[in-house]
């Protein structure tokens, strides 16, 4: 239920006291605005709900008093998260009918769509889903979100071992998170009309537990975790007996059909930003798509050319590129050295204003590998930050070992990578906000992949003509698989493409690893659908808005400064985006 991070009552007090505890904090170092604050004062029931339902995804957004708590699957889950949601909806509606000022009515009317969304999924959910939980995963996301700073205070180690032991069922409640999961998919299982998870998703949770049971304990070890050694080894039991029952009672009732009821999808292709029908949505990403691989082909063909290389296609092209992977310890020193030289382009081309601060770049542990063997942006806490930066994680590749993926870890992939990921992609989007001291509702609850997405897509765009020439074809080969997923994601949940197919497009024309392309279509089927389209989307509605503003100001446009403007938006979707940009660039004019 609902979705936020990729979603999340505790006391009102406690939290509201938080959130003015931020707010005060705040302003001891950056003048607070006077709309951020009752911005942020509205906000706080709505942040509270957000921490009781899934206090794992509040711990990462900051949310220091959800940290020792976690995910309810308590009894009637579902009429309390529909009634905690029904009365802020409420209350935000009584509060904008009140509100004057414009900044604070943007709030709260993203707040307002923010629970009215909640409900609207919930709803679906609960229409037609057998309620599945990964257990697994969320206890090791769960503990690894307290414990994945190099120097980790003690509030958030203790915060762990609580955490910890409430998954284990020795600290609050006498049942483990498995046992409570449980209970709550056999109280609906056989109800009619419902559908179980996709099989295959079942099987992956089943794959991924003694994964994830490992990386619990090697953290529990790290960190000496008071009490680990009985929580894990009864989390270890809990674990075995939900591996059980998947097998026997939830695998039985999972459909070998993956495809979402279409008023579901639907409503999951609005909650990720996705404004258009699916239909509209992959007709335009398969144009875009030929577009892209049209203008890939002479670039690969010069890059053939004078490389020696035996084909020019630019399939072949790619292979002959990804042939020079990074081993070992050297990809930490390569990537460290390619944030310098994007920032150099960055700077010199007048792209986008850097903050001074350094990013971080480090390796991911072997556990973090394992679960994410991708390179990714780790961003920091957007509430209560106490100077927690955001920066680049990148898989541990053990010399000699062939590694899972080969998309990301050889030279040519590392321009794009870093202009998406890092800057002036995820990580400075994340840096601004926090510089910007934004309010809560524009910096995490109006979160929508398709500005996130698709201001890190376009970071790719601006950063590309100043990359060398295997850069730039790598880059756009990242365009075209955005571009696939922006067909196939809506085809695969419309039964117009079968899973199959989609490896070999994937394999075939866009070149991706076969292990990520099981990725990819496990994401479109299961994992996440509706959600990678919102790159394509957001792509679209950012590279229009470009287009109508240099329209309008013509010799006056300045993309430092529209860049930068853009970013002090946080992360409004591309709709209120828009109106907000224009509405800056009216009023400089006047």
């Given at each position: ?216 304990g090697d953290l529990a070890e790290k960190h000496h975790l008071v009490g680990s050694k009985e929580a894990c ?358």
């Open positions: 239920m609902g979705l936020l991070f990729g979603c999340l009552m505790r006391n009102r007090l406690l939290i509201g006291a938080f959130c003015l505890a931020v707010i005060v904090t705040a302003a001891t170092k950056f003048p607070l605005r006077a709309w951020v604050a009752k911005s942020d004062r509205d906000a706080a029931p709505l942040l509270e709900i957000f921490a009781a339902f899934h206090p794992e995804e509040a711990s990462s957004a900051g949310v220091a008093s959800a940290d020792r708590n976690i995910l309810d699957q308590n009894p009637h889950l579902e009429k309390r998260y529909r009634a905690e949601y029904s009365a802020a909806l409420k209350e935000l509606s009584r509060e904008l009918k009140k509100e004057k000022d414009p900044e604070v009515r943007l709030d709260l009317g993203l707040l307002e769509g923010y629970a009215d969304g909640a409900l609207q999924t919930a709803a679906l959910e609960g229409k037609y889903l057998i309620p599945f939980t990964d257990v697994a995963a969320i206890e090791f996301q769960g503990i690894q979100v307290l414990l994945r700073e190099d120097v980790v205070s003690a509030d958030k180690e203790s915060a762990a071992a609580i955490r910890l032991r409430k998954y284990a069922g020795l600290e609050g409640g006498d049942q483990p998170l498995g046992a409570l999961a449980r209970n709550r998919t056999l109280a609906r299982v056989d109800q009619a009309g419902l559908v179980g998870p996709p099989t295959s998703q079942v099987e992956q949770a089943l794959k991924n537990s003694a994964v994830y049971l490992k990386g619990i080894g009864r989390i270890a039991s809990d674990l075995a007996e939900y591996d059980k029952f998947l097998r026997d009672v939830v695998l039985p009732h999972a459909r070998k059909e993956f495809r979402l009821p279409a008023e579901l999808y639907g409503n999951l292709l609005l909650r990720y930003g996705v404004k258009l029908p699916p239909e509209e949505l992959a007709a335009k990403a398969h144009g875009a798509y030929a577009e892209t691989q049209a203008e890939m082909q002479p670039l690969a063909a010069a890059i053939a050319l004078e490389r020696k290389m035996p084909s020019s296609d630019y399939r072949d092209v790619i292979r002959e590129l990804k042939k020079a992977q990074l081993g070992g310890d050297t990809i930490l020193a390569h990537y460290k050295q390619r944030v310098v030289e994007v920032e150099n382009i960055i700077r010199k081309e007048r792209l986008v204003t850097l903050p001074r601060r350094p990013t971080v770049v480090r390796l991911a542990s072997p556990a973090e590998s394992a679960a994410n063997p991708s390179p990714y942006a780790q961003l920091p806490a957007l509430l209560g930050n106490h100077g927690d930066r955001g920066g680049l994680v990148l898989p541990y590749i053990q010399p000699g070992v062939e590694p899972l993926y080969d998309d990301d870890t050889y030279a040519a992939a590392s321009w794009t990578l870093v202009a998406h990921e890092v800057r002036p992609g995820h990580e400075l989007q994340w840096a601004e906000m926090l510089q910007q001291r934004l309010s809560i509702a524009r910096s995490l609850f109006a979160f929508n992949a398709a500005n996130v997405e698709g201001w890190a897509l376009y970071s790719e765009r601006i950063v590309r003509p100043f990359m060398p020439p295997d850069g730039k074809l790598i880059s756009l080969q990242n365009l075209l698989l955005r571009e696939a997923r922006a067909f196939l994601d809506p085809e695969l949940q419309a039964g117009t493409i079968t899973p199959a197919a989609a490896l070999r497009v994937l394999t075939d024309d866009v070149v991706i690893s076969p292990n990520y392309a099981r990725q990819e279509v496990e994401r479109y089927t299961f994992r996440q659908p509706g959600q990678a389209p919102a790159y394509f989307y957001g792509y679209l509605r950012m590279t229009g808005l470009r287009e109508e503003v240099e329209h309008r100001m013509g010799s006056k446009f300045d993309a430092q400064k529209f860049h930068d403007l853009v970013l002090k938006q946080g992360l409004l979707p591309p709709e209120q985006l828009r109106t907000a940009i224009i509405a800056a660039i009216e009023h400089e004019e006047k």
